[in-house]
């Protein structure tokens, strides 16, 4: 582990990096726009510059360099020393933001990125406050780049982090630049949009207001938004998302940092994914059903009337009539749970593994073609085809829990053999097919836990409804079999409760539900459930 | 003074000099020959002892970067830096309409000397006829069997192809000249890598200029020594020296490195005096890039180390243009200061931004708009691109702010009293009209 001194102070880092990144990971707020750790390093910005001690020429002896080097481009070496809190190094990051800001509209009270802007932050710390240049400003155009995004070329810094990531991580290079000098511009080929599936990432990685996410175009201003560490449910690749919101609503996804699992990337399905949460066809309040009778119970009074009516079935027709079908959308505390309560009062209940949605096939990426030179061994990023977060975590709990376990086609088939069910949905699109509504058309009690209205809900005994992930907490057992947590954002719309809390009071426990306090409950009876894994805080200054 | 004894220029005026016959009847051809007899090791040597000292403007010495190749390396490639695109500049224009075997005879032993197997001439896009002349050159080259497999029966082979560049200066800039050469825009290189490690298509390459390799068979020829006796001590061997603006016989002239600015302009055999009684009033004397001398310091010498001693960036390319007392120094700046903002390839904050904004001062300057706090602006925004050491990737922005630098410096009174003379209100004026 080399250790460097950085600004008189020794620091610990990680071989192979940049000294940018050691400074950034150690908590200095070194400026930088081109660096991105998850692209190549072109050190063009020249923001990053530091002084090094450097051996003289002739005499040999350490001393400061008088020529200021790129952080970004110079990898941390034993020993070595360098700083940026000196005069030159600060001049230069002085005289940099004047630059940047000379051909800049300034038309922050309109722009988007106001509030996260690198180009607001580093002026405000390093800028002047009035500008030297009375001459025209080179006006750049507003560019409509695809179907996703736009590109407002006046705000450009020039950082080429966009290029390269639809070269270097899409692999598909739709964008480039343009002309020469101050006259430079960022476009995409004629006739070829920027229009790939990952393509949301750059308006992340653009440190200032240039590319533009037309989704959330003038919806809000962003420091109104509240975010909160997710895990986007959008396949089962389990990428760390933070879902930005206010008002119970849900503006923006963005990916967080997340080593390993998707770095510093997600994909448009999942970035623009979450719609449905706000449907207007969305269930919000338990119903129950006695003949025609139909009434909207309190919920208080949910889980008794719930837990006598399955006594009532398994006293007339037995234990082994019963089924559950979980949903891989469920976190797994709430399906352990709800796998507890069945359980008991049904010792011998079967436990089924819910419709898992596939879509396709799994897509990597760079993508690969003749130009792009990328070979199988690069992928840097997939979307798989399982459109579900937590198969993997149903089915461990299904596995722990023993006893009668069935897949949904042997459930479907087994259509007549059942007296009550427990149906769980939450599926962001219609999933209830002919099979299941025959297969459950002669149960005597159906609960039906689901997110949006289906023709199930007739059919149901009992209708609770199940809530958005982004209203619950919990966890996600990913593709590589990593148990993730994710917390609740917003709150379940007006009428709904949150599907961990009426389980739980379900399964007999009483207070709050939360993931973790569950997570202590299971890790208990489950060892897997013991370790979970969490995103790494990224560094404050990093961007 | 006794006229110097053209080395690189020799063949010119002689007829058909451009054809391989006239060439090799006048020795050409020979000095290769030799070297295939040779080590590469040993004509490594041979260059370093002659000090030749690079001719593309950074004075560095060939054989020393060459020796920088990676001894366990199995390719090679050669560039030859031909975009000679420095304004004032034509020293390897005339090499290689007078005589391109000279530069393809130079081509093949530095190709030897580094063991190359490729030699890619990146060629100025606006040079049409040179290029016919020197593909010509090559074609003829190939057909005798001094290019392509085993060169003159020998067990050394090398490709030559020459490619034209699109027009652009920076891709003068050796890494610039490289992306473009490998279809990328002309964008200069972050080093390290150097090139000599990792340069063209990721091989270790070595690019010199034009002139620097014409002078190659002539150091294997007469040797070392008789190079090194050439002109002073750190600045050997013969030099090609552009001239023009108002003087009487514009041109390219060879000579050692012992003239100075005023030989240049006023010697009979070379510029032969200011044209219609004219009066000097600054000389930029290594294209424009190395900044300007006043009319009293004109007995700078166009060595590698004199102009430094004037607040220059260095000798640059020889190549002096004056401007007479008759030139409004306002449109010198502008026309300097619309140079480098057009040609600043765009990826360095400092050099897009700062390039861009001499330009539009200079411009309104030149409109007779200017402020006196505009040449502070000039200045400031001069240090602030960096100046030596630079703060960029490449070196363009060193020869966009040293002539800006200097002008405004050594020509501050004129500049301001031009300013002062102004009309007045008209700066007010065109600010209105242009915001
Ligand atoms: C902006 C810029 C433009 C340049 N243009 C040229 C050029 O047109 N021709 C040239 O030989 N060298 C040019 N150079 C210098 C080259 O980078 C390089 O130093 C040279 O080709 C090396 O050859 P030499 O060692 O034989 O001089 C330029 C450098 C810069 C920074
Ligand atoms: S659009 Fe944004 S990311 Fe792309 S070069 Fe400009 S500032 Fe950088
Ligand atoms: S210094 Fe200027 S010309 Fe050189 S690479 Fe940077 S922007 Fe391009
Ligand atoms: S030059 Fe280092 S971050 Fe841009």
Redesign the pocket.
Known sequence: MPNVIIDNQEVDCRDGISVLQAALDNGRDVPHYCYHPGLSVVASCRLCLMEMKMPHPKTHEMGWAPKLIPSCQTIVRDGMEVRFNSDPVQANQKACMEFFLLNHPLDCPVCDQAGECHLQDYSYRFGRAESRMVDQKQVNPKKDIGPSTLLYQDRCVMCTRCVRFATEVAGTSELCIVNRGGRAEIDVFPGKPLDNPMQGNVVDICPVGCLLDKDFLFQRRVWELTGSPSICPGCDRGCAVRVDHADEKVYRLKPRYNPGVNDWWMCDEGRFGFKYIHDAKRITSPIVRRGLDVTTPDWRDVPDIIRFRFEQQVLEHGADKVAVVLSPFMACEEAWLLIKFIRGVAPEAALVMGPVPTEGKEQTFPVRSANSGASEADVRFTISAEKCPNRRGIEMLIGGAGGTTLSFDEFNEQSGAWSAVWMVGGYPKPWVDKATTKAVAKVNLLVLQDLLESDLVAAASIVLPACAWVERDGSFVNASGLIQPFERAINPPEGAKRDGQYLFELAGYEGLYSGERVRGLMAAELDSFAKIAEAPTAPAHAH | MASFEPILLRNRGVENSTSLEVYASRGGYQAVRKVLQRSPADVIEEVKSANLR?????G?P?GV?WSFLPKDRTRTLLCV?A????PPTFCNRVLIETDPHQLIEGTIIAAYATQSQVAYVYMRGEFHEQFHILQKAIDEAYAAGYLGKNVFGSEFSVECYVHRGAGA??C???TGLIESLEGKRGWPRIKPPFPAVEGLFALPTV????E?LSCLPHIIERGADWFTGIGPAHSAGPKLFCVSGPVNKPGCYEGAMDITVRDLIERDDMGGGMMDGKEIRAVFPGGISMGVLTADEINMKLDFDDPRNFGLLGLGTAAAVVVDTDTDLRSVLRNIARFYGTESCGQCTQCREGTSWMNKIATRIAMGAGRVEDLDILLETARNMGMMPGLSI???PD?ATFPIETLVKKFRPELEAAILAQEPGRAEAVLNVLN
């Not at chain 2, 975009?83 to 420095?86: A, K, N």
């Open positions: 690079g001719r593309g403007g950074a560095f060939a970067k830096n975009d000679e695109s420095e200066y920076v003068g800039e050796e690019v010199n200029n034009v620097t490449c070196g363009l020869g």
